[in-house]
T-cell receptor, first 112, second 115 residues
Framework: SQQGEEDPQALSIQEGENATMNCSYK?????LQWYRQNSGRGLVHLIL?????REKHSGRLRVTLDTSKKSSSLLITASRAADTASYFC????????????FGSGTQLTVLP | GAGVSQTPSNKVTEKGKYVELRCDPI?????LYWYRQSLGQGPEFLIY????????DSGLPNDRFFAVRPEGSVSTLKIQRTERGDSAVYLC?????????????FGSGTRLTVV
């Protein structure tokens, strides 16, 4: 079953604009991770934020976590055509033997 | 190796046949995971190995699915009596310790098509 739900399901923006994707989840977590997937094959780990953290940055990526609302957001600044991909949030839930549960993803298209 | 290697990259099999999918994780990674992904969906958990043992196999859909990791490195996912509904991309991932402090490194997956 899918723990997280990403919003929106699809997002189309112009190169240079910022892209924001949201994720909601259901249970208490140890951490939340974001992944990118190109062409429906392997996923690439982008960033991990722990349950006691509220914000984290990595390059053009900014992730926030609100455990009271059970939600997270991923912001990609100054988007590029190469950022076109599907983005998934995944939660490492407490008591889950460390298996990640993925959402259904946001398909981001960055137009040149 | 430098990354997680999965073979074959594509597999077409007839309904009712047996298939084996192989995963070669990053050297030294103790945790290994199998996921299954259908078109337009996120990956769904199948099984998690810590070392040689299956720490959590709660995601295996039924007893036609089985996975092994006999030496704590390479893993094989085995599917008996394949059905058309088994068609999906099967993803393998590894992580350094499986303690939740590290992200996963995924392989490129095996696309299984059951005809």
């Amino acid at each position: 079953s899918q723990q997280g739900e990403e919003d929106p399901q699809a997002l189309s923006i112009q190169e240079g604009e910022n892209a924001t994707m949201n994720c909601s989840y259901k249970t208490s977590i140890n951490n939340l991770q974001w992944y990118r997937q190109n062409s429906g094959r392997g996923l690439v780990h982008l960033i991990l934020i722990r349950s006691n953290e509220r914000e984290k940055h990595s390059g053009r990526l900014r992730v926030t976590l609100d455990t009271s609302k059970k939600s997270s957001s991923l912001l990609i600044t100054a988007s590029r055509a190469a950022d076109t991909a599907s983005y998934f949030c995944a939660t490492d839930a407490r008591g889950s033997a460390r298996q990640l549960t993925f959402g259904s993803g946001t398909q981001l298209t960055v137009l040149p | 190796g430098a990354g997680v290697s999965q073979t074959p990259s594509n597999k077409v099999t007839e309904k009712g046949k047996y298939v084996e999918l192989r995963c070669d994780p990053i050297s030294g990674h103790t945790a290994l995971y199998w996921y299954r992904q259908s078109l337009g969906q996120g990956p769904e958990f199948l099984i998690y190995f810590q070392g040689t043992g299956a720490a959590d196999d709660s995601g295996l859909p039924n007893d036609r699915f089985f996975a092994v990791r006999p030496e704590g490195s390479v893993s094989t996912l085995k599917i008996q009596r394949t059905e058309r509904g088994d068609s999906a991309v099967y993803l393998c991932a590894s992580s350094l310790y499986g303690d939740g402090n590290y992200g996963y490194t995924f392989g490129s997956g095996t696309r299984l098509t059951v005809v």
